[in-house]
């Protein structure tokens, strides 16, 4: 079993998300995952707004759903987010990976945003 120091994902996610910010026009986007779900919203740093939001919880919520994999689900969580994005007419975004490598869930994310036509 690996031993998290929490000190050394705050550092992480300090140094790399000190360096991303959202505006109006190129929001932020955030992303949380936990044991079960994957979270993630649109984000205007400027005026500390959240615009959207949506996880693979609302997704286990509706009443289509079957199970999928953690990645997959991310995958339709980063659709799903493209999808109501482009309903409020943004067309880029910044990525805020946070304290996450760059795969798995927070890659599948990632590419579901970009295949919703989200330019990232």
Known sequence: ???VNKNREQRRKKRIS???FGMKE?????VFASNRY???????????VTLISYSSLK????????KDK??????????????K???L?????????????YKGRVKALAEGLREGGLEI
């Open 1 to 3: 079993m690996v031993k």
């Open 18 to 20: 000190s360096k991303i």
């Open 26 to 30: 190129k929001p932020r986007i955030s």
């Open 38 to 48: 994957t979270y993630s919203q649109l984000i205007e740093d400027s005026d500390r």
């Open 59 to 66: 997704l286990a919520r509706s009443k289509n759903y079957k």
């Open 70 to 83: 953690k990645v997959e689900e991310a995958k339709t969580v980063g659709l799903e987010l493209a999808k």
């Open 85 to 87: 994005a482009k309903e």
């Open 89 to 101: 007419g943004i067309k880029k975004a910044v990525f805020d990976r946070g304290k996450y490598s």
